[in-house]
T-cell receptor, first 114, second 113 residues
Framework: DTGVSQNPRHKITKRGQNVTFRCDPISEHNRLYWYRQTLGQGPEFLTYFQNEAQLEKSRLLSDRFSAERPKGSFSTLEIQRTEQGDSAMYLC????????????FGPGTRLTVT | TQLLEQSPQFLSIQEGENLTVYCNSSSVFSSLQWYRQEPGEGPVLLVTVVTGGEVKKLKRLTFQFGDARKDSSLHITAAQTGDTGLYLCAGSPTSSGTYKYIFGTGTRLKVLA
């Protein structure tokens, strides 16, 4: 068990550019979550997958954001036309179906939009 | 609307002191989790409490779930500098009917040597 991994760990981009982040969950976990965390705040829920199905999206996930989990394993989060307000830590977590609320987090991707 | 309020927001104490952190809500939760997060890293799961009134111990950390499953507390005995970090409670309200998972506002603890 290598834990949840995320790539890249840091991303600096110019406003208006597109960025994509990747999350590899713990192998036997079928649930995968994306969160956004800004300085001094707790993580905010963005979206949730069970296997390859995206079952819920937060209102925080504007139409510039899209997430996929095509084969029920790794997931990607894409932000199009980035804005300075998108600067944050993007966290991925995974959990087992029978212990869904015990989430194991990756180290996060720190996005800075200049 | 923030469903999980944590207090205090900040806490700075000397090594060896005891402390309690609170997590309160007006909503009922089927379970609550506590996490600790260090700067630049993701939260790390500490414990899950499920039953109202449940008490769980993890070395010097004691977690309690309120009888009505609306609140929880974390007590640290004889704090050490390694306990420094952001403590977060989290859960999914039973009334939400969704998979949405809510985190508390967090308590930032600093333990001084």
């Amino acid at each position: 068990d290598t834990g949840v991994s995320q790539n890249p760990r840091h991303k600096i981009t110019k406003r208006g550019q597109n960025v994509t982040f990747r999350c590899d969950p713990i192998s036997e976990h079928n649930r995968l979550y994306w969160y956004r965390q800004t300085l001094g705040q707790g993580p905010e829920f963005l979206t949730y997958f069970q296997n390859e199905a995206q079952l819920e999206k937060s209102r925080l996930l504007s139409d510039r954001f899209s997430a996929e989990r095509p084969k029920g394993s790794f997931s990607t989060l894409e932000i199009q036309r980035t804005e300075q307000g998108d600067s944050a830590m993007y966290l991925c977590a995974s959990s087992r179906r029978d212990r869904a609320y015990e989430q194991y987090f990756g180290p996060g991707t720190r996005l800075t939009v200049t | 609307t923030q469903l999980l309020e944590q207090s205090p927001q900040f806490l700075s104490i000397q090594e060896g002191e005891n402390l309690t952190v609170y997590c309160n809500s007006s909503s009922v939760f089927s379970s609550l989790q506590w996490y600790r997060q260090e700067p630049g890293e993701g939260p790390v799961l500490l414990v899950t409490v499920v039953t109202g009134g449940e008490v769980k111990k993890l070395k010097r950390l004691t977690f309690q779930f309120g009888d009505a499953r609306k609140d929880s507390s974390l007590h640290i005995t004889a704090a050490q500098t390694g306990d420094t970090g952001l403590y977060l409670c989290a859960g999914s309200p039973t009334s939400s009917g969704t998979y949405k998972y809510i985190f508390g506002t967090g308590t930032r603890l600093k333990v001084l040597a």
